[in-house]
């Protein structure tokens, strides 16, 4: 699908679903995901953001695990997902990349659509409190490309973590669990 036919896609389930609906974008770290969330986000009328990257246990997260386990999607469907898709007010916390530690209790957004953009999301703890699914689908390969370039323009040099941990975690990941066939919507960003 096209990035037109995506938001349509998600307008129809959102005016169908007789509650807020939660959007997950998922696909391979370099993929295009946050790129996907904010064009949604700005597409869809009222919808909101939930940056997946705040759902990231930083020390897990750079070390090798088959099922992405740096991803704290327990946190994400609890304080978050479910509560957000049975219009409940509520309270959250992201992970503070500077404190190194959760930051300060936030208030759940009420909307009619949240998008989540997620490494390692379409996982069987997660995938009951998701609504529509959509595999950023880019080869494994390329996305890696694409997120060791992104990391070097923004000063980092993480190329040992892409060689030894983040590319392996996520073909480990979509050997174990099928992430792209478990997408209601396969995306290919440009």
Not at 164 to 173: A, L, S, T
Request: aromatic content about 8%; hydrophobic content about 40%; charged content about 25%.
């Amino acid at each position: 699908m096209d990035q037109s036919e995506v938001v349509e896609h998600i307008a129809l389930r959102s005016r169908s679903a007789g509650h807020p609906i939660v959007v997950g974008i998922s696909g391979f770290c370099g993929s295009g995901k946050s790129t996907l969330a904010h064009s949604m986000v700005a597409a869809l009328p009222g919808s909101v953001r939930m940056r997946g990257d705040d759902f990231l246990d930083p020390e897990r997260s750079h070390l090798r695990s088959a099922d992405w386990d740096g991803v704290d999607r327990s946190r994400l469907v609890s304080s978050v997902l479910s509560p957000f898709r049975g219009g409940r007010e509520g309270e959250f916390r992201r992970y503070d990349w500077s404190a190194g530690a959760l930051g300060a209790l936030e208030p759940l957004p009420l909307a009619p659509v949240l998008v989540v953009d997620l490494i390692g999301l379409f996982h069987p703890e997660a995938m009951p409190a998701l609504d529509v699914t959509i595999w950023c689908d880019v080869e494994l390969d390329v996305a890696v490309r694409r997120g060791m370039a992104r990391d070097r323009e923004l000063g980092r040099s993480h190329e040992k973590l892409w060689a030894e941990v983040w590319g392996p975690n996520e073909r480990d990941f979509a050997d174990q669990f099928r992430p792209r066939e478990r997408a209601d919507v396969l995306y290919s960003s440009p």
